[in-house]
């Protein structure tokens, strides 16, 4: 079993809908959780990240974390074609520049106008 | 501030040879990780520099090995090339006394043929 599942899709949505992105982990002790965006041809940007269980909302972003449940996910509402991307979540254990992170598959979300 | 930059942007190489990738990190940084994200996969952890040292290594062979110089920039190095090794190549950087995300380069695509 991987550390961190995540679906790839592809998935495809219509503009303006609410899109769900997911992950699972087994390390329990991962404590930070994150979500980056990769455009085609760039590395990976952070949208947002969480420390421990609970939400973050950030513009059109949410972001939660159940602990518990070892799962992650990235709410995106009114969703549009700029958003049309690679997500990847990302954990550590700490939130330091120096802690490698590991990240999940990703999943390309097409955002169709 | 140019952010982390990355040379080549794409490379192609045959199998047995070696190849040289180099990142210059984020204006205020110190600390270098470069990350192996082969196609449809999240970015893995190949190691960190800091202090011209390596200072934390992920599950890669000893075929890959890096350097960091005095201006804090970085070499990731791979002998004998496999077709497996075929994959962008991430440099991220960070400052190892801040609390700050780490901020990925756009990469390296490098082909082994």
């Known amino acids: 079993q991987k550390e961190v599942e995540q679906d790839p899709g592809p998935l495809s949505v219509p503009e303006g809908a609410i899109v769900s992105l997911n992950c699972t982990y087994s390390?329990?002790?991962?404590?930070?959780f994150m979500w980056y965006r990769q455009y085609s041809r760039k590395g990976p940007e952070l949208l947002m990240y969480t420390y421990s269980s609970g939400n973050k909302e950030d513009g059109r972003f949410t972001a939660q974390v159940d602990k518990s449940s070892k799962y992650i996910s990235l709410f995106i509402r009114d969703s549009q074609p700029s958003d049309s991307a690679t997500y990847l979540c990302?954990?550590?254990?700490?939130?330091?520049?120096?802690?490698?992170?590991?990240f999940g598959k990703g999943t390309r979300l097409s955002v169709i106008a | 501030d140019a952010g982390v930059t990355q040379s080549p942007t794409h490379l192609i190489k045959t199998r047995g040879q070696q190849v040289t990738l180099r990142c210059s990190p984020k204006?205020?940084?110190?600390?270098v990780s470069w990350y192996q994200q082969a196609l449809g996969q999240g970015p893995q952890f190949i190691f960190q520099y800091y202090e011209e040292e390596e200072r934390q290594r992920g599950n890669f062979p000893d075929r890959f090995s890096g350097h960091q110089f005095p201006n804090y920039s970085s070499e990731l190095n791979v002998n004998a090339l496999l077709l497996g090794d075929s994959a962008l190549y991430l440099c991220?950087?960070?400052?190892?006394?801040?609390?700050?995300?780490?901020?990925f380069g756009p990469g390296t695509r490098l082909t082994v043929l």
């Open positions: 204006s205020g940084h110190d600390t």
């Open positions: 991220a950087s960070s400052s190892r006394t801040s609390s700050d995300e780490q901020f």
């Open positions: 390390n329990s002790a991962f404590q930070y």
């Open positions: 990302a954990m550590s254990v700490y939130y330091t520049g120096n802690t490698p992170l590991v």
